[in-house]
């Protein structure tokens, strides 16, 4: 197999094009990171159009029999890696159908604005374990297919359906579909209080500022995790597992 | 007020030093940075030895009247911090006497290996939050006063008691004291099952492999939080959440 060994060459710009959005969204296609998560990968029904690799990696490339494989230099996957300890191997995968549709029953997780890509992946993360059915990132919120979102996932973005649309127009569904949205709010009940249920839309918001005021009114409640010491608030991807386990509890 | 903009000045030498660990504990202090970080310090009973600052700044300058401030150029500013986008102050702090008292009642939470410098900053300012009056750390704990643990505590850190220690000390006292020491363990039983209570022992373990097999039975119990999609476990700083909050619960 031939070697890519120069990082002017026409594939390791259009690959490097794809650690930013305006790329992944012109090519259709975005970059997954590592063997483990190529491994989750595998065990999704994500597309996966070719590998990269700087030399024969006999592990994936036996989960990937079909996927044409492009052997590179040393140098040319720094260019192209976006961790400080590359590991040799990267799957350029074709943007998927995000679409998520909303039914009776199921549960929900809402964001508004969440911009740090660790808090998204780890929130993605944290939703598919608990058994969230969809997730909806309002606008504002970082691009779920950002490098750093996608390996902070370690790979349950590949299990879970995410969709990115208007959260005005998702809580008026779930309302209609009698699914409760429960808010985030400084001024919302102890969470404590509420009832686990099968059902739920639970609505998170931005790291500082919480949940847009523009959106509080239109949930059927909002609820708060006490804080015992000084500081200001949690983490919002702790927050998020805190009320995600609790709601579900049975 | 003079101002230092050479790289090559000692001063600047020795709070680079101060990057690490090995530094850290030579010159018995270390760095603070922020003007938010900064703040949550002067609530605190730690002390401040000196300010570093790009220009003078009001605020904080009114905040610690007593504390020696040097001004440093742009450029040297750049060499000290250790953020992305520096906002131009950093605060030299001396080194804490950190001891924690062992007392019947009372909740600890004890860690295991924990190796990601964000992941203990979050745990420690999650810690804080839930009302936990001590924290311990066991061997192999990433240092909490490295730069990136304390930007990520948010100032929690400044709040709370945090001693590094033999986790199979702080078993057996806790132990002697009745203050049941609940361990994390796939083989554990569901943490639902577990009352909540006035006082315990949380023992969480490291990212990849969790808690030691020489600590596990050690404990009173162990737990598990369940994994209801195909993730293969919870981020440490979500799950210590969770069960920090699930077990003090009224």
Redesign the interface.
Same mark, same amino acid.
């Given at each position: 197999m031939d070697m890519i060994s120069s990082v002017k060459n026409d594939h390791v710009k259009q690959w490097k094009a794809l650690h930013r959005k305006k790329g992944r969204k012109e090519q259709g296609r975005f970059l997954v990171e590592g063997p483990h998560l190529i491994s989750e990968l595998t065990?999704s029904d994500w597309t996966v159009e070719e590998l990269i690799m700087t030399d024969q990696q006999a592990d994936i490339a036996r989960k990937l029999p079909q996927v044409p494989q492009t052997l590179v230099s040393e140098n040319v996957f720094k260019q192209i890696s976006e961790t400080e300890s590359p590991q040799g191997a990267i799957a350029v995968c074709s943007l998927p159908k995000m679409e998520v549709p909303i039914e009776a029953e199921k549960r929900y997780l809402l964001l508004d604005r969440i911009q740090d890509p =660790?808090n998204l992946g780890?929130i993605i *993360?944290?939703a598919?374990?608990?058994?969230?059915d969809g997730i909806f990132l309002g606008d504002g919120t970082v691009d779920p297919l950002n490098g750093k979102v996608v390996r902070s996932t370690?790979?349950?973005l590949f299990?879970?359906s995410i969709e990115q649309r208007s959260l005005h127009e998702v809580i008026a569904e779930c309302r209609e579909k009698s699914i409760p949205v429960v808010g985030t709010s400084l001024e919302g009940d102890d969470y404590?209080d509420i009832e686990p249920r099968n059902s739920f839309a639970l609505l998170m918001g931005n790291e500082a500022q919480g949940v847009s005021d523009s959106l509080l009114p239109e949930t059927d409640f909002n609820t708060k995790?006490p804080?015992?010491?000084?500081?200001?608030?949690?983490?919002v991807?702790?927050?998020? =597992?805190?009320l995600l386990?609790?709601l *579900?509890?049975?």
């Open positions: 065990k =660790g780890t *993360r944290t598919e374990a608990s058994g969230v370690q790979g349950a299990h879970l404590g995790i804080i015992f010491g000084q500081s200001e608030s949690l983490n991807a702790v927050a998020t =597992g805190i386990y609790h *579900r509890r049975e």
